[in-house]
Structure formats: C-alpha cells, structure tokens
C-alpha cells in the first residue's frame, strides 16, 4: 500500500501582486520507494501570498480521487497552524472553506518544513509558484 505525500507553496511577486502556487504529490510504497509524482501549478494575477499558499493546498487535495491517509508539508505557519492549531480564519474565509471541504474526506498529519531551506521538495514547489507567476496575464 503507497502512502501520498503533498508537498506546497505560494509565493507572489508584490503582496498583493501576481502570485503562483505550487504542489507535487507524491505516491511513496511501503519500503519508501517513490511510485509515482505530479507537480502541479497555477497563478492569480492579483493576490496575496497568503492565498496562493491555501490555494496550493486545495489544488493539491483536489487531485484525489478518493479519501486517503496522507501527510501536508507546507512551509507556511499560516497555514499549518491554522489547521492543526486553531488559529483565527481572519481573512480568505472563502479558501478556508475551500480547503476545509477539500480535506473533509481525508485523514491528514499536517507537517511544517522551513522554507529556503534546503528541502529537496519545498524548493521544487518554490520554483513552480514562481515560474506560473512568469506565465500569468492578467486577466
């Protein structure tokens, strides 16, 4: 039996400005050995970096077909403390609901990792909300 791995971040460029997020989920068998990985991205024209870290979780938990033991690492303690702390939704209800209904079916351990740092897939995320950043027009 694999277990799923999803890997996030936002960035943007000005805050607000135009931001990307990035994810690789990342399907890992039972002796530790990677089955399969999808990086995915996207962007917003006009957003903040708080949003786009939300957004990278939604997008990633929305690739599941079907609800799954799986682990988070996000290098935003805005958004892992906000799941596994309490933290006030003061602003993004919207994404929070989004992200809320996205994790609803699924059993998740939710792991800080520093951003920059060095974390093989922290900085492949990094790279892809910067590059959707590069290819976003405004809309």
């Known amino acids: 039996m694999s277990k799923i791995e999803l890997y996030t971040d936002g960035a943007c460029s000005g805050n607000p400005g135009p931001g990307g997020w990035g994810a690789i989920l990342i399907a890992v068998d039972d002796v530790g050995t990677i089955q ?4 995915i991205s996207g962007c917003e024209p006009h957003t903040t970096n708080n949003r786009m870290e939300i957004m990278a979780v939604i ?5 599941l077909t079907r609800p799954t033991k799986l682990t988070i690492f996000s290098d935003s303690q805005y958004v892992i403390n906000t799941m596994t702390k309490g933290w006030k939704k003061k602003a993004n209800q919207e994404l929070w609901a989004q992200l809320e209904a996205a994790a609803q079916p699924h059993q998740i351990t939710w792991k800080y990792v520093r951003g920059h740092a060095g974390h093989e897939y922290n900085e492949r995320c990094d790279k892809l909300a910067v590059a959707a950043i590069k290819n976003c027009s405004p809309r």
């Open 36 to 39: 399969k990985e999808l990086p």
């Open 59 to 63: 997008r990633g938990l929305q690739q």
